[in-house]
């Protein structure tokens, strides 16, 4: 939540440049432009909805991305267990496809509005995230599971 609240305060000047807002001063006085303290308050209470708005989403783009992936691994640990070699290496290739149109999604939400996060950041916490294929990957060899259940997992994993 932390990084989350940090990324946003990192777009606030993307976003008060777009909007023409003015942002507070680190003392923790309002600028003054000549329209007042009610409208320096409103402007504020904006800036502030949209922390808000860009720490919610940019948590839930990097869990969500992060939960997905580990569930790809488990699935393609899975695979290797209970397929051929030949049938393996096909679930892996069609994981591989669509998580290359989910990353590239993923980063584009990363980067637009209302998130705008930096490319170079964008692109870290994307890989990040993605890594955790490889936990999923480990639990799904760790663990013992019966054909029923493995039946079922594919079937979720397929959609």
């Known amino acids: 939540h932390e990084e989350a609240t940090s990324l946003a305060k990192e777009g606030k000047d993307a976003y008060a440049d777009q909007k023409g807002v003015e942002l507070a001063d680190p003392k923790g006085g309002l600028s003054k432009n000549g329209n007042g303290a009610e409208s320096d308050r409103a402007r504020q209470q904006t800036l502030e909805a ?5 720490a919610r ?3 839930a783009v990097l869990v ?3 939960l997905h992936n580990v569930t790809d691994g488990f699935i393609i640990a899975i695979a290797f267990q209970f397929c051929s070699g030949s049938f393996a290496w ?3 290739g069609g994981v591989i496809a669509h998580e290359l149109a989910q990353e590239v ?4 939400i990363l980067t637009t509005s209302p998130i705008n ?3 170079a950041k964008a692109l870290a916490l994307n890989f990040l995230s993605g890594t955790s294929v490889i936990v999923g990957g480990l639990i799904g060899t760790a663990i013992d599971i019966g054909s029923t259940a493995f ?3 594919l079937a ?3 959609g």
């Open 50 to 54: 949209h922390y808000a708005l860009v």
């Open 57 to 59: 989403s940019t948590s």
């Open 64 to 66: 969500g991305d992060f």
């Open 90 to 92: 096909s679930i892996t």
């Open 105 to 108: 999604s993923d980063f584009i």
């Open 117 to 119: 996060m930096p490319v």
């Open 151 to 153: 039946a079922v997992l």
């Open 156 to 158: 979720i994993g397929a």
